[in-house]
């Protein structure tokens, strides 16, 4: 019934999105505008101008090559949208993939090229840029053809076996780099556990030593070879070193039976097993 009474529907939001550009920011898919345009300030020239019957000729002609002048710059900004729209630039992420199996200085000669695009349609756009890569790639065939001449080859079967036998060299380097490099990480982080095992042993060391030389301190004077008066001395340990007492040493008291018994054994201080 909208329209046989020539109402116009408004279109879905479902529909909107599907339009070309409706995910960039700043275009409006359905007027086929942007918010901003090109020289966007130029409507600004003529927001104060106005013809009156007292204008002088000059000051009118002036006024009337504005108004031509900004004629000029709509039809330069129409000519710049209809570029856009042609060549599908709203479609960014089809932008992107093209030149993505090409080399990496196909690409770069490819964005050379692209300031002479609006000199040209779509179709010698295109056929100019195969053009040039095709150029490029003959340039490297004979580079290389010319490398093989000067190596002594003659036949192709002789640059394709030299070919292969690079690769396989280059497959071989970079597998060896690899277990060196490994090897250099295993090494390195082995030396980085020997040596932290080194530090944690002095510091036992010196507090080992710091904890008997408290101990000497404080030993009444009254003290015999077989220890305070009252106390047995704490025995040695089985290799032959010197005594060991745990239950001197700070944090004993939160120790078991079983876990004092392991520090005594091995020698390992109640603070560090906590």
């Known amino acids: 019934r909208g329209e ?12 909107i999105s599907a339009l070309p550009g409706a995910e960039l920011t700043g275009y409006m898919p359905r007027r086929r505008e942007f918010d901003v345009e090109f020289n966007n300030d130029v409507e600004s020239d003529l927001a104060v101008m106005e013809f009156g019957p007292q204008d002088h000729a000059t000051e009118r002609t002036l006024k009337l090559e504005v108004i031509r002048i900004y004629n000029r710059e ?21 932008v992107q993939k093209q030149g993505q199996h090409l080399t990496r200085d196909e690409r770069e000669m490819l964005l050379r090229l692209r300031i002479f695009a609006r000199f040209q349609s779509k179709q010698e756009h295109e056929a100019f840029e195969a053009s040039v890569l095709e150029v490029i790639r003959l340039r490297k065939e004979v580079a290389q053809t010319q490398l093989y001449v000067t190596m002594g080859m003659t036949t192709l079967a002789e640059a394709e076996r030299y070919e ?35 530090h944690q042993q002095a510091e036992r060391k010196n507090r080992r030593g710091a904890t008997r030389g408290t101990r ?20 040695p340990d089985g290799d ?15 120790l078991s039976e079983k876990q004092a018994a392991f520090c005594h054994r091995h020698r390992v201080p109640p603070r560090e097993f906590v």
């Open 4 to 15: 046989e009474a020539g109402l116009v529907v408004p279109m879905r939001l479902e529909d």
């Open 74 to 94: 709509l039809r330069d900004r129409e000519r710049r949208k209809k570029f856009v729209f042609e060549r599908n630039l709203l479609d960014y992420r089809e």
């Open 164 to 198: 292969l036998d690079k690769v396989r060299r280059e497959r071989h380097k970079l597998s060896h780099d690899k277990s060196r490099k490994s090897s250099a990480d295993a090494t390195a982080a082995a030396d980085t556990i020997s040596r932290w095992r080194t």
């Open 216 to 235: 000497k301190a404080e030993r009444p004077d009254t003290d015999t070879d077989d220890g305070p008066r009252g106390r047995a001395a704490p025995a």
């Open 240 to 254: 032959g070193g010197p005594p060991f007492d745990v239950a001197s040493l700070p944090k004993y008291d939160l």
